[in-house]
């Protein structure tokens, strides 16, 4: 009998080492979940920043194009011209574009951010 009882002891030491390993990867489990938890809400602020990014990107990339297309017309003497109205077209020009990226685009900052996902990625 004392045979029977010295192998039960390592059994029940296994099986308390057993218990202590499962509690401690439960541990481990929700540390992790939480952890990517956090990683879940910050990649979202990050895509919200990104969103953001792209869309002034594509905003200035829509505004250069505008400019250019601007620059042919002639400004009419009779109704002011001169260098003010040089400087408010030149705004007039930035809002066209912020308003054109902002309500869809040509489709610039789509790719922008698909990039900008991809290289946070590889890091």
């Known amino acids: ?24 990867m439960k541990i481990r489990e929700d540390q992790n979940r939480i952890q990517s938890l ?7 602020a990050d895509e919200a920043k990104i969103d953001q990014v792209a869309e002034e990107f594509e905003a200035v990339f829509i505004s250069q194009m505008l400019e250019h297309m601007f620059a042919g017309i002639e400004t009419d ?5 001169g260098h003010a109205e040089d400087v408010y077209r030149s705004l007039l020009v930035d809002e066209y574009g912020k308003l054109i990226a902002k309500t ?3 489709g610039v900052a789509d790719h922008v951010k698909r990039e900008m996902l991809t290289l946070q990625e590889v890091e």
């Open 1 to 24: 009998m004392p045979d029977s009882i010295a192998l039960a002891l390592p059994k029940q030491g296994n099986a308390a080492l057993a218990l202590k390993g499962a509690e401690a």
């Open 77 to 81: 003497e009779t109704f002011g011209g």
């Open 104 to 106: 869809g685009g040509i």
């Open 38 to 44: 956090r990683q879940v809400s910050r990649s979202k």
